[in-house]
């Protein structure tokens, strides 16, 4: 079974009035994102997720335009032979490597969907897995800068649903950061897992101050403080207390960049998106060599249900798994658009699909309801 074409979809959509959220890196705007469509000799075609990298256009043209042509004809079961190919001919060398990546990534996941649809296995199965239990924290686009009173209230709609772990947007300011964290431990009580993520706003200042209190209300880890490449100020972090794990990983590419963070000694908690660090394949080379430092493995997940269905079924053939990230936001019509990729149980947990491949029914009939949007999704001024 050979590949016979790839396709790249950018869509887009704005955020209605009202449903932006302010963190770290911005306000947001609009959502990206790219799917992926393989199609092959026999029929059969899959679906991936591209991340869009706050560039879909130029994600679009490097799937079109450089990946594709040096991956059309080769046999649609050769995962590694693909990814090998890619990171040869541009991972490797003069090759925009995070982009690359990213492209990849959709391509690497539409794949291991043909070859479950051609066993007629769901993908946690194929990748060595069982269905079962796996616990969710409510995250996405959500939980964002604002009055602590009301974030106490949204958080605790959340539980009320049945999570019991939430993330909230750090990178405001440290005293406002301490604030509402503190408060939201004194609403919701000692029972549910209160994360947090920075999304790089903070310096080591900010760091130092926010750590301790973080330790003190006993909150489950600090995602994202600084900067991707900022390996001296995690290692900084990290030693300021043992009590509070330092996590990183979504903006972070194949599993090399992942080694470069355990040999830093300085990120506790990794958290690959199989959007963005070379797919399946990657992600299941990235758990192998953090299950034997035991490092747990938090994959982040993105905008459209095909990547959340995808990461359900990678966790659930992960040894070192730990949570998977809900879209709880307020307004994300890609998440849905093919139906439910999950449903959170009153245990706070979710559990991947038994239907062939990644799962979902896609209907391309829904990607004219959105077209790409020209722009940056985030506004840096509040």
């Known amino acids: 079974m050979k590949i016979t074409r790839i396709t790249a979809i950018p869509l887009s959509y704005k955020l209605p009035e009202g449903k932006t959220v302010k963190m770290g890196i911005g306000s947001t705007t609009k959502r990206d994102a790219i799917v992926v469509r393989v199609e092959t000799s026999e029929g059969l075609i899959g679906y991936g997720e591209s991340h869009p990298g706050r560039s879909p256009g130029a994600i679009v043209s490097m799937i079109h335009n450089t990946l594709a042509p040096m991956l059309v004809d080769m046999d649609a079961h ?38 479950g649809k051609a066993a007629n296995l769901p993908l946690y199965k194929l990748l060595g897995g069982s269905k079962h239990r796996i616990p969710a924290y409510a995250g996405g686009i959500s939980l964002g800068f604002q009055p602590k009173e009301s974030l106490a209230e949204e958080a605790q709609s959340y539980v009320n649903l049945g999570y019991r772990a939430l993330k909230l947007r750090f990178g405001d300011t440290a005293k406002a950061d301490i604030e509402r964290v503190t408060h939201v431990r004194k609403v919701l009580g000692d029972d549910i897992d209160i994360l947090t993520d920075a999304n790089t706003a ?22 994202e403080p ?20 330092i996590a990183a990983g979504e ?37 192998a060599i953090a299950s034997a ?43 849905d658009m ?3 990729a ?6 706070g947990c979710v559990e991947p699909s038994d239907r062939p491949g990644i ?3 896609i209907d391309e009939a829904v990607f004219k309801q959105f077209p790409l949007i020209d722009g940056p999704g985030y506004i840096v001024k509040f």
């Open 78 to 115: 050769d995962t590694v032979g693909v990814w090998q190919r890619v990171h040869r001919m541009q991972l490797s060398s003069h090759g925009q490597g995070a982009a690359a990546a990213m492209g990849l990534s959709g391509i690497d996941m539409a794949l291991w969907d043909i070859r």
């Open 202 to 223: 903070y310096t080591i200042a900010d760091a130092r101050r926010v750590l301790p209190v973080l330790a003190d209300v006993k909150a489950g880890w600090l995602e």
């Open 226 to 245: 600084f900067a991707c490449n900022d390996f001296a100020s995690y290692r900084a972090a990290a030693a300021i207390t043992p009590l509070v794990p």
């Open 251 to 287: 903006n972070h590419f194949t599993r090399f960049e992942f080694a470069q963070m355990l040999e830093g000694r300085a990120v506790q908690v990794w958290q690959p998106d199989l959007s963005k660090t070379g797919g399946i394949t990657e992600g299941v080379r990235i758990a």
């Open 293 to 335: 430092w035991r490092i747990p493995l938090h994959a982040h997940s993105s905008a459209t249900g095909i990547n959340h269905a995808a990461t359900l079924h990678f966790l659930a053939a992960t040894e070192n798994a730990g949570y998977f990230e809900a879209c709880v936001s307020a307004y994300n019509p890609l998440r």
């Open 338 to 340: 093919f139906g439910k």
């Open 342 to 347: 999950y449903e959170v149980g009153r245990d």
């Open 359 to 361: 799962g979902l029914e």
